[in-house]
């Protein structure tokens, strides 16, 4: 059973593209995290999605950043008109279905975002 | 929403010497603490966790302690070694909402 899939690991744009990372849950999997880790601190919650919806994307950035988890296929982070603060990893996890209370996430490596 | 705070951010010790790392939530009504440990360059994994309804769970050389008065809850390595450096997050989550909120993590360091 592979274990939730992120890429590419690793992305350089220049200031003013476009970033797309993508995320593949675990088999099973219906719900989808994104968390964003700057260097040397911990990991923020961005976005929480299901199928087709988003459950709760109150760390989202207003302005740039958007997210879906569309029936097919991976689930995939946007950020349009990157800046250097941008800069960071976006960890990505999954889990089964909803629990309470909530259990473990599954992370995947991370894709790990650079702006020149 | 709910807030967690960790301490300390770095933690040395000897080989063989235990550690401890505390958190502190916010929120009292967060009935979920996990434990993550994430090595360099690679992604966090659940080490241990516990619920709102157990004080204290032990996994071989760790431990988690919960304290629902004081909202704070803390993990214990014993007998570390060295592959036991890493960086340790805490994290807690309210009822009905399935999103972890993460302390800033602690970077231990076993020297042999």
């Known amino acids: 059973n592979a274990g939730v899939m992120q890429n590419p690991r690793h992305l350089v744009r220049r200031r003013g593209q476009e970033a797309r990372l993508r995320c593949s849950p675990m088999?099973?999997?219906?719900?989808v995290y994104w968390y964003r880790q700057l260097p040397e601190e911990g990991l923020k919650f961005m976005v929480y999605?299901?199928?087709?919806?988003?459950?709760?994307e109150s760390g989202m950035p207003k302005e740039r950043f958007s997210a879906e988890f569309p029936k097919e296929g991976p689930s995939i982070l946007r950020i349009q008109q990157v800046v250097r603060g941008d800069s960071a990893a976006y960890f990505c996890?999954?889990?089964?279905?909803?629990?309470?209370?909530?259990?473990?996430?599954?992370f995947g490596e991370g894709s790990r975002l650079t702006v020149l | 929403g709910e807030n967690v705070e960790q301490h300390p951010s770095t933690l040395s010790v000897q080989e063989g010497d235990s550690a401890v790392i505390k958190c502190t939530y916010s929120?009292?009504?967060?009935?979920?603490f996990p434990w993550y440990k994430q090595e360099l360059g690679k992604r966090p994994q659940l080490i241990i966790d516990?619920?709102?309804?157990?004080g204290e769970k032990k996994d071989q050389r760790i431990a988690v302690t919960l304290n629902k008065t004081a909202k704070h809850f803390s993990l214990h390595i014993t007998e570390t070694q060295p592959e036991d450096s890493a960086v340790y997050f805490c994290a807690a989550s309210l009822p009905g909402f399935q999103k972890l909120v993460f302390g800033t993590g602690t970077r231990l360091l076993v020297s042999p």
């Open positions: 088999k099973g999997h219906s719900h």
């Open positions: 929120d009292s009504a967060s009935n979920y």
């Open positions: 996890a999954s889990s089964p279905r909803l629990r309470d209370p909530a259990g473990e996430l599954f």
């Open positions: 516990i619920r709102s309804n157990v």
């Open positions: 999605l299901q199928k087709e919806n988003i459950i709760d």
